[in-house]
């Protein structure tokens, strides 16, 4: 998202603070030059149009730092559970897959497009953005949630929506960061087992022309073991695990910037097949590179950006219990942008872009670790794609109506053009309260592995495939009054061409294949849903309540065939009708308190029917000089809550998204 | 009722904490300060003292001013920007560049932190009878309805006003050259806060003595820091300013949109004006211009 939603943290009261005070001996002239240099960034916000959550063309939720440390939240991933219309849930590969608006990922997380500082990242092979808790979370400034259609702006991948993870910057000249630590227990309940949980530094520094955030975090995140019995009937205990280190440097002189982010994740995998001897229980390893160079040129109201983009991302996923032989998925992403906008007029605004990608795969191959040899390629080796757009989008403000219009078109390699269009409305009654009407599509085009997969002949590829398509039509209402602030959503939306595996008969390229798993196009599924927040803001009392409620058709049901025997499957069928996410924070003196939990309806596996679940957590903390203490107990009930297993689709009906309770201590310095 | 165990903490916190609480009591004046620190606490003290009534004072981030405030006043931009109650009128200080950046909707009034036109001219003039032409470094756009009243004020005093472009600190230079090729016999730095940085004031200190043309800046610091002299309004001064338009906005009265402080404080630095080229009189000095010596 661009810097106009910086507004939104302001509004919200999480905006930036002047942090400098006139020390003794300082002389007149630097306070000006202070008082200036803050109020210069006020210029340039009101410059840029600001939209706030009132008159902003989309509906945008943003988690603030405020927010973020409020709550406590231990990772992104956390933090996007309490936004209405968002799932977070694991799948028997990944963690923290982030969902939007029902939109479960079978085998990669390529429906929602994930950003880091307005960058695009996704897996060149898969289009999958696995992985959001790849910046630690002090590292975080905001966090920036679109939900619905939003390839206009982004293009491919933003399909059910967006997420912006927007770094820290040092807001006033001179040098600030912070220091965090934390341990965790291990195995929950007493048994005494505990790790490292967190540690992160973040060094942010501004100067007259320049700025830079240099960062590093490392997160183990643990869940107490459970007792896992595969195909074979082995028990054993199982560990779900989630653990990332990263570095980030986000670079700012005069013009120019860099950005740079290095991460690696390990996070516990229940097996290929579902067995001991296929990787259950150990790790599957990323290792992500994402690299970004922009140039802005800004003079009287106009603004032309140039954002050149190499993004690298490799996965493997254990196959035998050694870890010896190892699934990889490598590949890289270049994409070139350029982007114009401009006030032409008193009222019209225009924004104009570019943007060219090309996508590389390198490997999707069974690999042995012991001997470095790749043992089968899949197909997959050498195969690349390139796809270019073009967006534009016009605004028209006239209190207390704004129009925005905007539409892209896309070609690609390998399906060819696509357009995708969208309009928002904006009625004002006054400056507290609003209506929205926003109706859109979005696309996302077939991954090189839904492309061109070959294992074995077995699971294939298919270079037919249509893009992902979403339309919808949301209406919104927005008041704020006194301390409260809500927002209630209707939206209608249908999911077109949704790409799943079927089994059955099969051509590809003059070969016909008997009892094969493709990769194919489903019908439409229309999604009817209701999306609420309501907050309250007081300077030392915070809540919020968000739900969210959906209901999706089975256009794209199927007959699956398990070992319990035959069933139906869908894609609605395993997303629960609502979801409540609630919270509350309060200080007392440098005392504060937060609670907060997350409700889902009941949902049902392949065979069986999960009743209503719930996960609740709170925190105690003090603050001591520039420290903050907190002690946090996730999960307080200890109970199980688990999520339908909708990708395998045999044996393990549900998925763990807690095992068990999770004591965590940790600390927090300014400086 | 099990599984509502864990949320009925969560709900007698949240309620208990709500029946305690008592909002505190509405007034009819507010005042917003964007920072604890700076010029706007001086401000905001001068503001309460010269209006003599209660008035609830918010440092940002905190709560805003409820809809019962009849006047709000914002001291700083950040105060400024704030969406406050369309029925409450704004009194906006110590935001230099956010004339006609305003996003209130109800009344407003903006205090410049820019002397008067004529206040300012004819003060320069004390300090330079011999001033024909003056150049004036701002940011053109946003100096537009001041550049023309510092025109006409300018006629009346045979004073010629010149205003080179300039619209970020990069650009200064060029403006610098293009007044020089203009013969302007003075510069005067308007406090533009996207001109402003101590790289563009060393670039024009430099300029001014390198060249024997004095250059006035628009706070005493910089007058200390080298300008020849500085024509300056105190935060002070805003905060007296600020309570006399309260006054009247609670009388019912209707604001203009700009107001110009009328009172200024002058700086010399006898120093700097000689290595500009400029011998300041004792006798054009008063008892209230304080002398960098």
């Not at chain 1, 595996?501 to 209701?530: C, E, M, P, Q, W």
């Not at chain 2, 509405?26 to 300060?33: F, K, Q, R, Y």
């Not at chain 2, 604890?36 to 440092?59: H, I, M, N």
């Not at chain 2, 013969?183 to 996207?194: E, F, G, M, N, Y």
Request: hydrophobic content about 40%; aromatic content about 10%; proline content about 4%.
């Amino acid at each position: 998202m661009n810097a106009r939603i910086l507004v939104l943290g302001i509004f919200l009261g999480g905006g930036f603070t002047p942090a400098y005070s006139l020390a003794a001996g300082e002389d007149d002239s630097a306070e000006f030059f202070r008082f200036m240099a803050n109020e210069a960034k006020v210029i340039t916000v009101a410059s840029v149009k600001p939209e706030t959550v009132f008159n902003s063309v989309s509906n945008i939720t943003v988690i603030d730092r405020a927010t973020i440390e409020r709550y406590d939240f231990a990772s992104v991933s956390d933090a996007l559970r309490i936004v209405p219309g968002v799932l977070v849930v694991n799948s028997f590969g990944i963690h923290n897959i982030v969902t939007f608006r029902g939109g479960l990922q079978p085998h990669y997380a390529n429906k929602i497009l994930v950003m880091l500082d307005n960058v695009p990242q996704y897996e060149a092979n898969t289009g999958a953005a696995t992985d959001v808790d790849r910046v630690g979370i002090d590292s975080i400034e905001r966090i920036e949630v679109l939900r619905g259609p939003a390839s206009v702006i982004y293009g491919s991948n933003a399909l059910t929506g967006a997420v912006n993870i927007v770094l820290r910057k040092a807001e006033a000249l001179g040098r600030e960061g912070t220091v965090a630590g934390g341990i965790g227990s291990k195995y929950g309940k007493f048994q005494g087992d505990a790790q490292a949980s967190r540690a992160e530094g973040v060094y942010l520094a501004r100067g007259k022309d320049w700025s830079y955030h240099l960062s590093a975090a490392m997160r183990n995140q643990a869940s107490p073991a459970y007792r896992f019995s595969d195909e074979s009937n082995t028990v054993s205990d199982i560990t779900e695990h989630y653990n990332a280190r990263s570095f980030n440097f986000n670079g700012e002189y005069k013009r120019h910037a860099l950005l740079l982010n290095l991460a690696n994740t390990e996070q516990s995998f229940l097996g290929a097949g579902l067995t001991r001897a296929t990787g259950l229980g150990f790790d599957e390893v990323d290792d992500l590179a994402l690299a970004s160079y922009g140039y802005t040129y800004a003079h009287d109201g106009k603004k032309l950006k140039y954002t050149a983009v190499y993004d690298k991302q490799r996965r493997h996923v254990p196959f035998s219990a050694d870890q010896s032989a190892l699934v990889v998925y490598d590949g890289y992403r270049v994409q070139n942008n350029l982007n114009y906008s401009a006030d032409f007029a008193q009222d019209w605004d225009l924004e104009l872009g570019g943007s060219h990608e090309y996508r590389k795969s390198l490997h999707v191959a069974n690999y042995n670790r012991l001997t470095g040899m790749i043992v089968d390629e899949q197909g997959m080796a050498g195969w690349a794609v390139w796809e270019g757009s073009a967006f534009g989008q016009l605004g028209f403000t006239k209190d207390p109506w704004k129009a925005v219009v905007g539409s892209r078109y896309t070609f690609n390699g390998s399906f060819g053009s696509n357009i995708s269009s969208r309009g928002s409305l904006i009625y004002a009654f006054d400056d507290r309260r609003s209506a929205k009407l926003v109706a859109g599509q979005a696309y996302r085009a077939p991954s090189l592995v839904e492309n061109y997969l070959n294992i074995s002949n077995i699971v294939l590829g298919n270079p037919s495939l249509q893009p992902e398509r979403n339309r919808s039509v949301e209406l919104s209402y927005l008041q704020s009054a006194g301390s409260f602030f809500g927002q209630v959503t209707g939206y209608y939306a249908e999911y077109l061409n949704n790409i799943y595996r079927a089994i059955g008969h099969f051509t590809r390229d003059g070969v016909n294949y008997s009892g094969a798993n493709f990769y194919t196009n489903a019908g439409k599924i229309t999604v009817k849903g209701l999306e609420t927040e309501l907050k309250y803001e007081r300077p030392r009392t915070h809540a919020y309540v968000n739900v969210g409620y959906i209901v999706g058709s089975h256009g794209d049901s199927h007959a699956i065939t398990t070992p319990a025997g035959p069933a139906q499957s869908y894609l609605f069928k395993y997303v629960p009708l609502y979801t409540i996410a609630e919270g509350v924070s309060q200080e007392i003196g440098p005392f504060f308190a937060t609670a907060s939990a997350n409700h889902f309806a009941g949902m049902e596996t392949v065979h069986t029917r999960l009743a209503e679940q719930y996960a609740a957590h709170v925190s105690l903390g003090c603050r001591i000089g520039a420290a903050r203490h907190v002690f946090a107990v996730r999960n307080v009930t200890d109970r199980s809550v688990v999520f339908p297993e909708y990708v395998r689709e045999r044996v393990v009906e549900s998925i763990p998204l807690y095992t068990g309770r999770v004591f965590e201590y940790t600390f927090r310095y300014q400086f | 009722m099990t599984r509502y165990r864990a949320a009925a903490p969560l709900a007698l916190l949240l309620f208990a904490r709500l029946a305690a609480a008592s909002p505190p009591a509405a007034t009819e004046i507010e005042a917003v300060l964007s920072s604890a620190s700076g010029p706007y606490p001086a401000a905001s003290d001068s503001f309460v003292k010269t209006l003599a009534r209660e008035v609830t004072t918010v440092r940002l981030p905190g709560r805003l001013p409820a809809a019962s405030a009849r006047v709000i006043v914002a001291f700083g931009g950040e105060a400024a920007l704030q969406a406050y109650p369309k029925s409450s009128t704004l009194i906006a200080c110590l935001s230099p560049g956010l004339a006609g950046r305003l996003l209130h909707s109800g009344p407003f009034v903006f205090i410049a932190m820019k002397p008067a036109p004529m206040r300012l001219l004819s003060e320069l003039h004390r300090v330079q009878p011999g001033l024909k032409r003056l150049a004036v470094l701002s940011h053109t756009r946003d100096m537009a309805s001041y550049l023309a009243d510092l025109k006409r004020a300018g006629a009346s005093l045979g004073i010629e006003i010149i205003a080179p472009a300039a619209r970020s600190p990069d650009e200064v230079p060029d403006a610098l050259r293009a007044l020089l090729a203009a013969k302007a016999d003075a510069v005067w730095l308007a406090p533009d806060p996207s001109l402003v940085t101590f790289e563009s004031f060393q670039t024009i200190k430099q300029f001014a003595w390198d060249n024997d043309v004095p250059f006035y800046a628009p706070t005493r610091g910089l007058a200390a820091a080298g300008a020849a002299a500085a024509v300056s309004v105190s935060p002070e001064e805003v905060g007296r300013l600020a309570a006399e338009l309260a006054r009247r906005a609670l009388a019912g009265e209707t604001l203009p949109a700009i107001v110009y402080p009328a009172r200024t404080e002058l700086t010399v630095n006898l120093q700097s004006a000689q290595k500009a080229g400029l011998r300041i009189s004792p006798e054009a000095l008063g008892k209230d211009d304080e002398v960098i010596k």
